[in-house]
């Protein structure tokens, strides 16, 4: 007794209508993070690979080649095992160059639009019998479980449905930079599910048709021959084509590529998929043999492929039944959303757009191109239905799915001339792919359409179909590959994208580019419309971070790749190379020969990951040398044999002000003034030294030692760029003025001891003087003149107090230094500020002033309270001379961070800015000449420096303001 | 060997082990003998923890490299 079969549909609609839930979930963000971008995740949908075949033919081809049918699996984990070697580098390839199909990928390897047109036109050809196998196999399980014929109806609107879910959650995004994690998580789901209803299966085997392990062990040990028979196939020659065809399926199905590498968004998840993907396979498999065991156990009269459908309904359990129908479902839906998916890229990238672009420039590209996806989505899965209509096939699950094998196989040569031959081109490709696939069509598909012809007959050979073919086609496409490879010679385009497939090949060198940035909209405008042009241009602009007014050379380069991998992901690289050719003048373009050595370091710093052992080591000795050319405090650059600035460290950027982006790949005299014709006058220059150039940079003058080197041949890089000099750059302005600084000291220091030594010798015919002139009125015996010389005397006494004065402030003067030496006590500042102020208040000229003094109680410093004393009674003097009558100074006395501010402010007319730098110099005074010796303020800033403490002059809107700072004795502060 | 081959030297012998056991004439001795019917199994599960090892092996090596 069968299912109903509305039931069934309702449960399919049900089921599929879940998966869309699912998806939109997916895409509004309401999955949790963790679960959504997790390797588990990811390794469940590329359980893809698994379906209706796998699901139900699997037990079919167990019945017939008994564990030849492990091989599908088997050859998958091997080439897993090799994915370090084979799956790392493509989907490198993959996110480097965003090649979202395998016709992208080959196209972009073997340049021109005859391998992507070849490759799209064979996998369609390829693979929609496959995708019509998944509608047959979807159809007879219903068959089975409702034990009716459903009609094409039934399978007209399963194929609506994964049409509007292939374009609803498969074709939201044009480009691979959004990855659609709605589709990704519902094929993990989906394989969930076919995991679960196979072992669930496989459990009700063993455990309700035979009641346990054991008893179906014992079933099986009696049936004679029965599991000898399983491994028999071991030997024959289907075994190793199994285990080849399917480790080719690991990257050449169009549906694995596109789970494996187009929708990867961590390439860490590939290594964790390395072992959970076959780990996924193996427990998907290993019910296969309890099924078939029930099968004949229970003697179904079915075919092999849907024993466990028909051992469920034997039984009565209907509730399983659905449950194995939904997994067969989960399979036959994820293939055919993911197959029409990845070949809807191609079709669109090689048939569709080139044709489109070639007509006319399109409006609303992006539109369009989206709709243009989608239409094409819905077309591939109608031929896929019109093949299931048309076509009446007769053969197994399992022979139709390794007829698009065996068609996928014919991209292996392809992929390891992509991987491991340099010397491979586009004709010794297409030649290959062309024998191969008329081999192909020939000895597999003309069989299905003539029944009566059987190659393996016709040619008399003692083999399977399979190892005839797969031998067969992979010999002539092979042979073929590498006879045109041989005779023909490799485009600048191969050789450029052969080094790019190699990530530790040599960089690329051929690349023309544009003149400015302009050129290239324009292109993009040309072949695109502006629209596209303007949102191509300013994403590429913005991701390199390059100015849109750039002409330098190394960054159009790099606006050029970035373009071109944008447009790939968008228009596959065959039109992207194309269209990025087109500027105006491109024959001018700029032909980059040499490697640009920008573009090494970004590969160097995009493969550090990968980096093991010396390479590892050198890579670290390299950024250690780096950093410290970077770091060195001196100014350093180095300029390439044509003259472009290549190393541009942070000192020469702080000496000139040009940032080294700004600096890069210039010549030196594009550089601005003054540093751009100094340094390019230098460079032509036969000197190598030349010292104390002055300019004039930033406001104020600068003097710069330059010096440089030739760099050898030796030191140039492998592929021939980069000799040409070394130019180094030391900043003297500031050594010169502490320079200038110590000579005017010692000047001084050369005028105290000149005073000082005048100061002595004055001395002693001073006194002698003084001693006549007062004695000179009692000489004078003369009463009537003796007036006359008393008042002459005076006046002489008057001069010789006032010479004295001055010798003596020389002599302190000379001798500050050496008082400063004697031994320091704490002194209570404010109390000699108190003193200083008495003191000068006996003076006659500060009778009409008001002192106001706000000092802290006891502030205690480490001096000598004398010389203190001394620096306060210069301070306020000055401030008296310089006060107006009825003025008032203040003397204020703070703390601050263990210091001591004592600030005099005076109201007088103020020390203008010319001469504020010159008030601390030896003999320095605005006073008349005769009213003071200029050594006042010098004397107390000498006193002041040898307490460890500052004088200066602070900023005061009326007067001058004298700001004294010591720091406070150790138990003060 | 080259430097960079030597993270994925482990797969290299794991896939060399896996093709011995599988596909080799190690398979005439094998198939003649009289293995229960999950044996075929066997090989796999170890193929696949001999390589989740060297992943495991890897990614310590790594995050210690970094």
Known sequence: MGIDLGFLFFIALSYLGLLFIIAWCTE????PDRLLHSPLVYSLSLGVYATSWTYYGSVGLADTSGYAFLNIYLGLTSAFILGPYLLRPLLRLCREHQLTSLADLLAFRYGG?????????????????????????????????????????????????????????????????????????????????????????????????????????????????????????????????????????????????????????????LNTAYWLFPLYLLILNLPIIPILFAGRYLSLSMDADFYVLGMTLTLGREWLAILVFLGGLSAASAMMIVTTLALSSMCMNHFLLPAALSVNRPRDFYRRLLWGRRLVISAIIAAGYGFYIVIELQEGLASLGLISFVAAAQLLPGIIGLLFWARATQVGFIAGLSGGAFVWFFLLIVPLMLNSFDPVRWLALDTDIWTLTTTA???????????????????????????????????????????????????????????????????????????????????????????????TGLLGPTLAREILRRQPGSHEGLLSNTPDARMLERRLHTSREQMRGLTKQLDDLRQYLQDVLRQLPLGVCSISADGQIYIWNSAMQTLTGIVERDAYDKTLEQLE???????????????????????????????????????????????????????????????DKLEAELAH?????????????????????????????????????????????QEQSDDILSQVARINSIVKSLLTFSHADAVAQTPYEPVDVSQRVRE??????????????????????????????????????????NACHASPAGSTINIRGTLQDNMLVVETIDQGSGVPAEIRDHVFEPFFTTKPVGQGTGLGLSLAYSIVANHNGRLRIGDSEVGTRMIVTLPLHATDS | MNQRHQPTDHSLLIFLLALFLVNSPLKQWWSGLTLPWYAMYLPWLLIIVLVAVNQHLQKRKTDRGN
């Open chain 1, 473 to 567: 086609t992979l010999s002539i496409n092979g042979l073929l590959f590498i006879v045109g490879s041989l005779l023909s010679r490799p485009t600048e385009d191969e050789i450029a994208a052969s080094q790019a497939s190699n990530e530790y090949a040599e960089l690329a060198s051929g690349a023309t580019i544009a003149r400015s940035v302009i050129h290239y909209r324009y292109a993009l405008r040309q072949a695109l419309g502006s629209e596209v042009a303007r949102d191509e241009l300013a994403r590429a602009l913005q991701e390199t971070g390059i100015d849109k007014k750039e002409t330098r050379r190394s960054e159009l380069r790099v606006l050029h790749e970035r373009l071109e991998r944008n447009l």
């Open chain 1, 673 to 735: 003034a003054p540093w751009g014709p100094l340094l390019a006058d230098f460079a032509r220059s036969s000197d190598d030294h030349q010292f104390r150039l002055k300019t004039f940079h930033g406001g104020r003058p600068t003097t710069v030692n330059l010096h440089k080197a030739d760099l050898g041949a030796d030191v140039g890089m492998s592929a021939g760029a980069l000799p040409g000099q070394v130019i180094l750059m030391e900043d003297r302005t500031d050594l």
């Open chain 1, 28 to 31: 509004r963000g309401w999955l």
């Open chain 1, 836 to 877: 200083a102020v008495r003191l000068v208040s006996l003076s006659p000229d500060t009778r009409d002033l008001n002192i106001e003094i706000d000092m802290p109680d006891s502030v205690l410093v480490n001096g000598d309270a004398n010389l203190l004393m001394q620096v306060f009674v210069n301070l306020i003097n």
């Open chain 1, 113 to 269: 639009r005859a391998t992507g047109f070849a490759v799209t036109l064979f996998m369609l050809f390829g693979i929609l019998p496959y995708i019509s196998l998944q509608i047959r196999a979807v159809t007879e399980s219903i068959q089975v479980l409702s034990q009716r014929v459903p009609s094409n109806m039934l399978a007209l609107a399963f194929c609506g449905v994964i049409t509007v879910f292939a374009i609803l959650f498969g074709a939201r995004h044009l480009t691979p930079r959004e990855k659609h994690h709605g589709l990704v998580v519902a094929i993990a789901f989906e394989s969930a599910v076919k995991l679960i209803a196979m072992v669930v299966a496989g459990l009700f085997a063993v455990t309700q048709v035979f009641e346990s392990p054991m008893a179906m062990s014992r079933w099986a040990d009696n049936q004679p021959g029965m599991v000898a028979e399983l491994y028999a196939p071991a030997t024959s020659g289907l075994w190793p084509t199994l285990l080849l065809l399917s480790f080719c399926a690991a990257f050449t199905l169009p549906r694995q590529y596109h789970m494996t590498f187009t929708e990867n968004e961590n390439p860490k998840h």
């Open chain 1, 745 to 789: 000291n010692e000047r001084l220091a050369s005028i105290g001891r000149l005073a000082a030594g005048v100061a002595h010798e004055i001395g002693n015919p001073l006194t002698g003087i003084a001693s006549i002139a007062q004695n000179l009125p009692d000489d004078i015996e003369d009463s009537e003149q003796r007036p006359l010389i």
